[in-house]
Nanobody, 119 residues
């Protein structure tokens, strides 16, 4: 079955960096566009970034553009999110997800990894 396992979250200071990873298994990873989404405390799920099947193009929410970089390694069935210049408003649970239509149309999601940005 589809399994997505996120890791790499933690506590970061404002202006700091974190790199999130997502290990995919149970499906043909290279055939699926992928997204990262996040959920801040008390808020709904927010799309953050998406990437085509071959990694040729990446797309970002305005809140992530210029600070976050999504990438993938199809040989390793891995998805990544490099987050730089972190802000307190980046705090939340981050999920990787398969894409079933638009980048914000999610299929399967992982259990998430907590990111907290605080001084």
């Amino acid at each position: 079955q589809v399994q997505l396992v996120e890791s790499g979250g933690g506590l970061a200071q404002p202006g700091g960096s974190l790199r999130l990873s997502c290990a995919a298994s149970g499906f043909n990873f290279r055939s699926w566009a992928m997204s990262w989404a996040r959920q801040a405390p008390g808020k709904g799920l927010e799309w953050v970034a998406g990437i085509y099947t071959d990694g040729s193009e990446q797309f970002y929410a305005s809140s992530a553009k210029g600070r976050f970089t999504i990438s993938r390694d199809n040989a390793k069935n891995m998805l990544y999110l490099q987050m730089n210049s972190l802000k307190p408003e980046d705090t939340g649970v981050y999920y990787c997800a398969t894409v079933v239509g638009a980048f914000s149309d999610y299929g399967s999601r992982g259990q998430g990894t907590q990111v907290t940005v605080s001084s």
